[in-house]
């Protein structure tokens, strides 16, 4: 026997009519007017910044000139002034998808970028009145009252209107677009991506449920036939506005099938990702002619970050360079006269991509391994010389990699390049180890800064450096490097005052 259910959503019914072969229950109820959609939200949100924006302006203005000349004065300008700060702040915000409901639920988001646009926008109005010769018009005590109280009235009115959407979209506000569902059996309780929509905008009026053999039938349509015709004419009747297939997606005859019934509606039909689409379609999409891609992976940095980022590298070692010549020059001597060998020790280490480069560093032992084997150096090491031990307790012996990050094979921070041999053996026991190649290596990083650095014993502590290092990838940003730089900084000069 085909069992086909209508019933009202579980999730805004507290008790669900499930019935086979039955007519439409009772559709359940919402608590906001119907004009409140996702769609309306957004459009009243812009309107309430720009009043808000225009309030300010016009406010410190009165407020200046009462105060400065006892008088209210001409405030024209300063109104159209405000107004071209709103317009402005408005269509930013707008292009950054500021005013869509889950970014406004994103407070630390909103404060970001309402901080940065609206500072943005000041600047750029002042160097276009002072390009044009138009700034006498301005008082600068109105324009940096305007900036200064408009900037803490949005960022409140932002703190406000992020908790009240957020209750909003909890309790089903929104959720008053119309629609029907058409289901396989049992995926409609259990569906994220429905209880989604229905949080932001959709109002599950009625749910068709299909069982699952009846959907791989090639006479599904004649199975279902008259509850189909249910479903068509209460959809007619209630003003339905979309439909909405929640389906495994390999049921290609069951959705091109339930898709041709349905051409006797003109409204729209989605087809809702399943489990196994869904994790994928989270990520970007790009396209390439007809064809569309999910990015699962995107490169750590894009070329505008890896821009910064080297401009940082070259700006910070050739200052570097200057500061620490003399020290290099006598850190050279030192080891001349003082041992038999090369002045720098040059090995082959792994760089972006996996890439093989030659390191330099001063030489501070008596051997120059690089080849398939290499023993770590360790605390007391015989190998190493009696002007090694100064250089690396100060971290002297690093200080040739600024030419490895002037010819681009290194930055100034970023994963400790291994030895190759290391490597290669820490590639076979770590899983995540190679995400370390995913950005340059670094004189150094994060993982040091925090206390993971010289000799690894254990392979828990390879795991934690590691760890930390992949932290630094995914949340990489130009103050993270000035900051990681300035913490090197203080510790290698505290460490140098303690030996």
Partial sequence: MTIVSY????????????????????????????????????????????????????????????????????????????????????LLITVQHGYRLKNITNLPRQWRITLTTWTGVFAALLAIAFTMKVSDEFSRGTMISFYLVGLAALLTWKAVTSRWTESALRSGVFANGRVVVIAEFGLAASSAALMELCQHGYRVMHTLEIRAKDLSSPLLMSRINAHFEDLIAYTRENKVEDVFLLMDWSRRHAIDSILDGLKVLPIPVHLIPDAN??????????????????????????????????????????????????????????????????????????????????????RSM????????????????????????????????????????????????????????????????????????????????????NGYRGETRALELMEKRVEHDLWYINNWSLALDVRILALTAVREFLRSKSH
Avoid at 13 to 22: E, L, N, W
């Fill in 7 to 90: 019933r009202s959503d579980p999730r805004l019914d507290p008790g669900p009519d499930v019935r086979t072969g039955g007519g439409p229950t009772t559709p359940p109820s919402h608590s906001g007017p119907s004009w409140l959609r996702p769609a309306a939200v957004e459009q009243l949100m812009i309107a309430a910044d720009g009043l808000f924006i225009l309030a300010c302006g016009t406010g410190c203005a009165v407020v200046y000139h009462l105060l400065s000349a006892g008088t209210v004065g001409k405030v024209d300008v300063d109104v159209a002034a405000s107004l071209l700060v709103a317009i402005n702040f408005g």
């Fill in 277 to 362: 689409v869904s994790r994928f379609l989270r990520y970007p999409l790009a396209s390439a002619g007809n064809t569309w891609t999910a990015e699962l992976r995107r490169a750590p940095l894009s070329w505008k970050e890896c821009a910064l980022k080297r401009m940082l590298d070259i700006v910070g070692a050739s200052l570097a360079l200057i500061v620490f010549a003399p020290v290099m020059l006598i850190a050279a001597l030192f080891i001349v006269c003082t041992s038999r060998g090369p002045i720098f020790f040059r090995q082959t280490r792994n760089g972006f991509n996996g890439r093989a480069f030659r390191i330099f560093k001063f």
């Fill in 366 to 449: 008596s051997v120059l391994d690089d080849g398939p084997k290499i023993v770590q150096a360790s605390r007391d090491d015989p190998r190493v010389t009696m002007v090694g031990k100064w250089l690396r307790k100060t971290s002297i012996d690093e200080l040739p990699q600024i030419f490895n990050v002037l010819k681009g094979d290194m930055s100034l921070v970023g994963p400790r390049p291994h030895a190759a041999a290391h490597n290669s053996e820490y590639e076979q026991l770590i899983g995540t180890y190679a995400f370390r190649h995913h950005v340059k290596p670094g004189i150094t990083g994060w993982a040091q800064v």
